[in-house]
């Protein structure tokens, strides 16, 4: 009991305390649960044997591997690894692991091979539609801006093309990464329809009483993306007019859509067969022909009528009828009897027609072989195709035949398939090395260039053969003859490789030869040999730059050495060193003596040799001598023998030395030996006696390398100053004996011994022959055959010269170009269609048409048709697709006819119009006349009804030519260039001259359409002359003379330079860099070495010296001695020549003047002081130089003795001992040879040896001291080659542009194919020249408008509409309109119109009933518009619009009103447009809003309704309280001059007036005041113009605020008060004393530049 009170206690909802516990105690159970079930054998599965162990050990699996396999496909094997791990992760023994559980380590895969590639591939599926992400949708904005993003998913498969089955995706992956599965997208916002205005009301829909008048408009664009769809597109409205006078007709006559085409029933067909044959059999039973002959020609007839037939079979043409109904209705629309429609003549019921056949072909072909038969990876695939054929031509259906020809890309597949050939570009040698090309306008070189060099260029050609690998590159060995064939070079792709490069031809190195050396002794020609008594002397010099180039070798150099014929020749001699010391004889102190000579040996070059070979020379005998004794006269020693006064002697010439001595100190009175006459103190000897008669050896250059049979061994290849070669050969070359200045003499007169060698070996370069290419094919003949043209058709190939010959080498004879005729061309087949006889008129069944009225049995109107077949021009037969492509549109096959009834008129056909006489506004004329029955009826003689005479204005013939667009560009004359040397080298190409350019002339007749302009007799163009500037290059002056060398010994600097003499202009070549000083001269500049013992200073001995204190008695004292200083020039012979004193060191100048002393007679003389000797290096003060003298004469007893004759001075830097050292020039300019203009060139310096102080001297200083030098002195440099712009010939002109009108142009371009580098002449800038093309009138054909819907003989139902086609012209421009012409100038235009064969000019059409309910014309459509957001597209194309709006003519018929439609189609040349909403000026409380789009168009809907502007501004509720009105913020303010006072609530309760501040004017003398009360701005003021105004100031706003100028007069009145306050305090205040400033005076005077170049 209490359990069950428990339980319902924790049951009843109104008991929560057990409840809360239960909730409490719900874990502890879901917890015991649990244990429960994890209990062992809780599942029913009791535990075997007690409780099993947890599992705690599984398998892991690493991935699969790659697939392996020795085949490819499906065969292959992968593993993966497989291991045992435990449940924390770490690995252990299998056998731990369950076995039975253990995974699979390896499985069949498929292994893919590289030519799976082709077979398999991805399938892309189409992106589904987009679709919100959902997270992002839940949280829409209110106002959607761009659109909502999304996501789209699209499927992807590997698939296996060929049987386009899916496979597994690992093998497309193989290939390619899988394409993306989803991507994001964007959902647009929604767009709701858009219409136009609508348009103007109509007419009354009724001339006289009520009816209705209607407006329309039309889409601009569609609903999109969910938005709301289209308002009404027509409003009604009634229309009254003046009553009616007549009856309104109730009832209209309506005819219905006519049937489809039937055929006649079994019956009536037979019935109408019988009849046929039965009226054949009485003709031919008529006729009664017997004759063979005409028999003959019956059968033939009718096998030829037969074949018609069957030609026809591709037009199953049958005729049958098809019928309408006719009815007549109220105004509701409602049938009633025809009775009602009192009409004379009812419309037709029933008419003839063909039965409309769909279009048959047959059954697809084979697939063709794949186009492709070889394998290429570049582009493996090719295609097949398949056909099929028409079997039967449609007729009378709208639908076109299916597509004939089926195209599909293929692969060769197949171990035959052999590789695609390839093509590759292969060149021709380089041809040889142009320096011409690079010289400038100016230049003298450009005549003589065989003696160029330096860097040029060269060309070669290139062409394009099929790359064969088994080929060898025939460009590196050129054994094998046989290249590759050239082929078209279209077949080639890549970069074309260069024709044209850099080269550099050697410059021949000038022989430089040193200075001659002084001529050597008299001596043997050949000391080994010494015969006879005749000798030489002889003087050398040597090469100091050996000479490269020219004929090689030594030849180019000048003679090296010179010989004199002489007597008593000797090759070894005795040459004095020096004398030893005056040896008095007997032994005595003084008196007469003799010095010994010291010799040595030398041979005739000068060198010392052993003594012995000097046995036979005379030894040198001892010189007498004098030393004096005391008191005697004392002379100084003999002077050095001067230079020989000429080097050889003639008859006016003789060479002379001499030598002079001094007197040192005189002789005393007593005894001593006096001094001798002044003639004693001079010796001269006479020197160089031999004559002048120099001879030498002259050679010539080395003549050519001659093969030498005498060396038959040394055939092989071998290199030889690096060049290869094939064989020795021999040179020669003369050498005569040549006397100077007189010519050549005996070989007698020089030295045999030393004459240069006449024959020499030489190599002879291998002998290259002429290789060329094989021939190319021969180019295809034309296959298609083009009419009227009757040229000669040529067939050509040619073949490339690949290596010239070379070196005797076979020429090239054989022709490198064939051409040849090409076979007979196939003559044009041209096709036309033959149409036969019309058949005979088919009417509509008796049974069917017998009911109607006035229908007769065997007349009135049917359909006929016809057989077409194709033949050729000739007249052959031709299949019929021959004329279907070739023959232009089909003729009609059938014809409306009419079997005239016995009522009917019949006239003639037309005839053709007469000719006009070419008379302005003269008339042409047809005729028809009447036939048979028709003459006696009075209808068919109505003219009106029945014309039979037509009038036609004749064409009107004035033309007139006027010029159209542009003048083109300046073009050349075209025409070859005659090219130098076959090379074409830069300026060669005709770039500039006289030209042409060109006008295009248009022709229009008299009523300003474009005609031919032959009419004009105009040949299309006005031509006129014009000038293509010819670029002038930058011009400078010859280079001046080389400056003398800034240093007269040791290194310096020369200068050369060019000055500009014109600027370039046109694209000439640029100027090089000018000197930036005068921008107006070029410098070179090369170091130059000055040779320090050029001139030198020559001193004689120095003079007696002159006592200037006389002391008569003794002669002696001191004094002043000089002598003669003179600077001359040295040579090899010593110094010869006078020269101007400024040519030498002014430093190193000797005394010309000394003070001396003279001693008495009884005094010690001294001789000269020695020279000073050397100080040691490095100089120090420590240590000392020192000269000495000798005593030559002792004093006597009372005389003064000798002093210490010897001097010595401390060394001193840079005074009396100097350092030395090399110091190296800057580098020169690039230096090139004379005959270069730019390549390799060396650039050099100087070495000079530097004294200590700075002074550069002779190199010999540091040469003595040993000195390294480790400097290089000549270094390789290189000068940029002014390589012009070379540009390829104009290519032909093309198509022109446009096929007709005025504004077609021809273009041909130009490339560059060598730019310009360095100073050459820069590309120009027209690479494309334009030129019109000859006007030409534009023809079509052009749809009429099409005629108002006619239903014949009734008022309203299925009628039908036309319009005609006109040949039209226009000159080509969007602005021209299309003039009417006639018809024969389109008879060459295949009649389309909009891109659509089919003509259609019928179409049916309904003409509404009064009182229908109808459907208005389609509108025009939309212009293409975008889905954009701020002017951007989103991408998802363009959409055009189009609808149709409804139109009613009863309000009782409303009920039968179709739906308005709506028609669509994407487009291409979209615009992004937006709206806006556009609000007129307010109008009281109102103005007008409108949507409008950014072109201007206003429209419906397109504007955010959310950002609508108001369109009334009325206030709620009114504004009735005196003087208050509604203002902009829809709030009711007063008017001005009164102030609001507003309910609690915030409405406006009443105006008051605001009290008024009188402010009296000047003008108001009397002191009256006037007031004037505040009105309503909009009210006109009625105060007096000219007196006093009276201010009133209305601080409050109409809301009850202060007005803005309150608050800044407040602000204004607080900063005066301030500025007041700040002026006392000032005023008030005690002044400090001012600091004085000093030095106001010395205050800096600033100056302000402004600019001017004079400050």
């Not at 010392?608 to 046995?615: A, I």
Request: aromatic share 6%; hydrophobic share 25%; glycine share 8%.
């Amino acid at each position: 009991m209490g359990l069950q009170a428990r339980r319902s206690a924790s049951q009843s909802p109104g008991a929560p305390g057990p409840r809360r516990g239960v909730l409490q105690l719900l874990p502890l159970l879901l917890l015991l649960l649990l244990l429960l079930l994890l209990r062992p054998g809780a599942c029913g599965a009791a535990a075997p044997g007690g409780a099993e162990a947890p599992t705690l050990y599984l398998w892991k699996t690493g991935p699969w591997g790659r697939c392996m396999g020795d085949e490819c496909g499906p065969g292959g094997i992968q593993t993966r690894a497989v291991w045992c791990a435990h449940v924390e992760g770490w690995t252990t023994l299998h056998t731990n692991c369950k076995q039975a559980e253990r995974p699979s380590n390896q499985q069949n895969c498929f292994k893919v091979c590289d030519w799976h590639k082709e077979l398999y591939d991805w399938r892309l599926g189409p992106w589904n539609q987009c679709q919100p992400v959902i997270s992002k949708s839940l949280e829409k904005p209110p106002e959607c801006i761009k659109g909502e993003e999304g996501i789209q998913v699209r499927e992807i498969t590997c698939i296996q093309k060929e049987k386009d089955i899916p496979a597994e995706d690992i093998i497309c992956e193989y290939f390619e990464p899988k394409p993306l599965l989803e991507q994001a997208c964007l959902i647009p916002c929604q767009q709701d329809c858009i219409v136009s205005e609508f348009s103007a009301w109509s007419e009354c829909s009724k001339t006289c009483g009520s009816g209705l008048q209607h407006r329309t408009r039309h889409v601009v664009a569609p609903p999109q993306f969910g938005g709301s769809g289209c308002p009404n597109l027509t409003e009604f409205q009634v229309c009254q007019s003046s009553p009616c006078e007549d009856e309104e007709s109730m009832y209209s006559l309506h005819v219905g859509p006519w049937s489809s085409c039937s055929m006649p029933h079994s019956r009536q067909v037979r019935q109408a067969r019988r009849r046929g044959k039965n009226k054949e059999r009485e003709k031919d039973r008529g006729k009664g022909v017997k004759d063979p002959e005409a028999r003959e020609l019956i059968k033939k007839k009718r096998n030829r009528n037969r074949q018609n037939r069957q030609e026809n079979k591709y037009w199953d043409i049958q005729i049958g009828y098809q019928t309408r109904e006719v009815m007549c209705t109220n105004k509701t629309g409602k049938a009633v009897d025809l009775s009602f429609c009192q009409q004379e003549k009812l419309p037709m019921a029933f008419q003839s027609c063909v039965i409309t056949k769909e279009c048959q072909v047959s059954e697809w072909s084979e697939w063709s072989p794949c186009s492709k038969t070889c394998h290429d990876m570049t582009s493996p695939r090719g295609t097949r195709v398949r056909t099929r054929i028409i079997r039967q031509f449609p007729i009378g259906s709208e639908k076109e035949c299916p597509e004939l020809e089926e195209k599909e890309p293929c692969v060769s597949q197949g171990d035959a398939v052999a590789p695609c050939a390839t093509y590759g570009w292969r060149t021709t040698e380089w041809a040889e090395c142009r320096v011409d090309p690079l010289l400038s306008q100016q230049d003298k070189r450009r005549g003589n260039q065989t003696a160029l060099c330096g860097g040029g260029v060269q060309t070669r050609e290139v062409y394009c053969v099929q790359a064969n690998e088994n080929l060898l590159s025939h460009l590196n060995t050129h054994k094998d003859k046989e290249a590759s064939k050239p082929v078209d070079l279209k077949s080639c792709t890549g970069p074309v490789p260069n024709t044209t490069q850099l080269c550099h031809i050697p410059c021949p190195i000038e022989c430089e030869v040193s200075p001659w050396s002084a001529w050597g002794p008299c001596t043997y020609e050949n000391c080994n040999d010494q015969q006879g008594k005749k000798g030489f002397k002889l003087r050398k010099r040597r090469i100091t730059n050996e000479p490269t180039g020219g004929s090689g070798g030594t030849g180019n150099c000048p003679h090296l050495l010179e010989a004199i014929p002489c007597e008593e020749p000797s090759c070894y001699e005795w040459k004095a060193v020096r004398l030893g010391d005056c040896e008095p004889d007997n032994g005595k102190e003084c008196g007469p003596g003799t010095q010994v000579q010291e010799v040595v040996c030398i041979n005739s070059d000068g060198e010392e040799v052993d003594r012995q070979l000097c046995r036979d020379a005379i030894f040198p005998i001892p010189v007498a001598c004098y030393a004096p004794c005391p008191k005697d006269c004392v002379l100084s020693t003999w002077s050095a023998w001067s230079s020989c006064s000429h080097t050889c002697s003639g008859k006016t010439t003789e060479g002379k030395q001499i030598r002079a001595r001094s007197i040192l100190a005189y002789a005393g009175d007593e005894g001593g030996a006096h001094c001798p006459n002044s003639s004693a103190l001079q010796e001269v000897r006479s020197c160089n006696e031999h004559p002048c008669t120099v001879y030498h050896w002259q050679t010539g250059p080395w003549g050519q390398c001659i093969e030498d049979t005498s060396v038959s061994s040394f055939n092989t290849t071998t290199t030889w100053n690096g060049e290869a070669s094939c064989s020795v050969g021999m040179q020669t070359r003369k050498v005569i004996c040549v006397r100077v200045n007189v010519g050549q003499v005996g070989p007698k007169k020089c030295p045999e011994s030393l004459r240069p060698e006449t024959v020499r070996p030489c190599l002879l370069p291998c002998r290259k022959d002429c290789i060329v290419t094989p021939y190319s094919d021969w180019t295809s003949c034309p296959n298609s055959c083009k009419e009227g043209d009757s040229g000669v058709r040529k067939q050509s190939r040619h073949r490339v010269i690949i290596q010239q010959p070379a070196n005797g080498g076979r020429d090239c004879t054989d022709p490198l170009y064939e051409e040849k005729v090409c076979e007979a061309p196939q003559v044009c087949q041209s096709y036309r269609w033959k149409t036969h006889k019309w058949r005979r008129c088919q009417l509509v069944p008796w049974s069917v048409r017998q009911d109607s009225p006035g229908a007769q049995e065997g007349c009135g109107p049917g359909r006929q048709a016809r057989a077409i077949t194709c033949r050729k021009q000739d007249g052959g037969q031709a299949g019929i697709h021959e004329c279907l492509w070739y023959a232009g549109p089909v003729p009609a096959l059938t014809q409306a006819c009419q079997i005239p009834c016995q009522d009917d008129c019949q006239f003639t056909s037309w005839s053709k119009f007469s000719s006009c006489n070419g008379d302005c506004g003269a008339v042409r004329t047809r005729k028809r006349t009447i036939v048979g029955k028709s003459k006696k009826k009075e209808k068919c003689k109505n003219s009106h009804l029945y014309p039979l005479i037509e009038t036609q204005y004749c064409p009107c013939d004035k033309y007139n030519a006027q010029p159209v667009g542009n003048w083109s560009d300046c073009i050349l004359p075209e025409g070859k260039v005659e090219v130098l040397l076959g090379v074409k080298t830069q300026g060669d190409t005709k770039e500039c001259g006289q030209g042409y350019r060109y006008q295009a002339m248009a022709c229009y007749d008299q009523n300003g359409r474009l005609v031919e302009t032959s009419r004009c007799n105009s040949h299309g163009y006005i031509e006129e002359a014009c000038i293509i500037p010819c670029p002038s290059d930058c011009k400078l002056s010859e280079w001046s003379n080389w400056s003398r060398c800034s240093k007269s010994c040791g290194s310096g600097v020369k200068v050369r330079s060019k000055w500009l003499r014109e600027k370039p202009y046109n694209g000439g070549r640029p100027c090089p860099k000018l000197d930036h000083v005068n921008q107006a001269q070029v410098y070179e500049v090369v170091p130059c070495h000055s040779d320090c013992n050029q001139y030198i200073w020559v001193t004689e001995p120095w003079s007696i010296c002159k006592v200037t204190f006389v002391n008569m008695r003794d002669n002696c004292g001191e004094g002043v001695q000089t002598r003669k200083v003179r600077c001359m020039q040295n040579t090899a012979d010593g110094p010869s020549d006078h020269v101007e004193d400024y040519l030498c060191d002014p430093e190193e100048m000797p005394l010309g003047s000394r003070e001396c002393k003279l001693p008495c007679p009884e005094d010690c003389v001294i001789s000269e002081w020695s020279p000073w000797t050397r100080c040691t290096l490095p100089c120090s003060q420590s240590s000392f130089r020192q000269r000495s003298a000798d005593p030559i004469r002792q004093p006597a007893d009372e005389g003064r003795a000798c002093p210490n004759a010897v001097e010595k001075e401390p060394c001193n830097l840079n005074k009396n001992c100097f350092h030395y050292d090399y110091n190296v020039t800057d580098w020169s300019t690039c230096q090139l040879s004379e005959k270069a203009v730019c390549g390799n060139g060396i650039k050099t310096r100087m070495l000079d040896c530097v004294r200590s102080d700075g002074k550069s001297v002779d190199l010999k200083y540091c040469e003595e001291l040993g000195l390294e030098k480790t400097w290089q002195m000549n270094t390789s440099c290189m000068v940029e080659c002014p390589v012009n712009c070379q540009l390829s010939d104009w290519s032909p002109w093309s198509e022109c542009s446009q096929t007709c009108g005025l504004t077609g142009k021809m273009i041909r371009r130009r490339t560059v194919t060598q730019p310009f580098q360095g100073d050459g002449r820069p590309c120009p800038a027209l690479m494309e020249q334009s030129k019109p093309c000859p006007v030409k009138p534009c023809y079509q054909w052009q749809y009429g408008q099409w005629s108002l819907c006619q239903v014949q003989d009734a008022q309203c139902g299925e009628g039908t509409r036309t319009r005609n086609i006109s040949c039209v012209v226009s000159d080509g421009s969007t602005d021209d309109f299309n003039k009417v012409v006639d018809e024969e100038f389109c008879t060459d235009i295949e009649p389309i119109i909009d891109g659509n064969k089919k003509m259609v000019l019928e179409e049916t059409c309904t003409k509404p009933c009064p009182g229908d309910c109808y459907l208005k014309d389609w509108s025009s459509w939309s212009l293409c518009q975008l889905t954009c957001v701020n002017g951007e597209d989103l991408g998802f194309g363009g959409i055009q619009v189009r609808s149709r709006a409804v139109i009613i003519q009863e309000l009782e018929n409303q009920h039968l009103c179709p739906e308005q439609m709506l028609e669509t189609k994407s487009c291409n040349d979209g615009q992004c447009y937006e709206y806006k909403w556009m609000a007129s000026a307010w109008k009281g409380s109102s103005r007008t809003v409108w949507c409008q789009r950014s072109d201007g168009i206003n429209v419906t809907g397109g504007c955010l309704v959310v950002r609508q502007p108001d369109a009334d501004r009325s206030c709620n509720p009114p504004c009735s309280q005196p003087h208050s009105y509604c203002s902009e913020m829809r709030t009711c303010s007063c008017e001005e001059g009164y102030t609001e006072v507003m309910s609690s609530n915030g409405t406006l309760e009443q105006c008051t007036l605001i009290p008024v501040v009188v402010i009296p004017t000047v003008e108001d003398k009397r002191g009256d005041v006037k007031t004037s009360r505040a009105v309503h701005p909009t009210q006109s003021s009625s105060n007096p113009t000219g007196r006093g105004r009276t201010w009133f100031l209305q601080p409050f706003g109409p809301d009850g605020r202060l007005k803005t100028w309150v608050y800044g007069v407040a602000a204004g009145a607080f900063v005066l008060l301030i500025f007041i306050v700040s002026m006392i305090y000032l005023a008030c205040k005690k002044p400090k004393k001012p600091q004085r400033r000093q030095n106001n005076r010395l205050k800096p005077l600033t100056l302000a530049y402004d600019g001017d170049a004079d400050m």
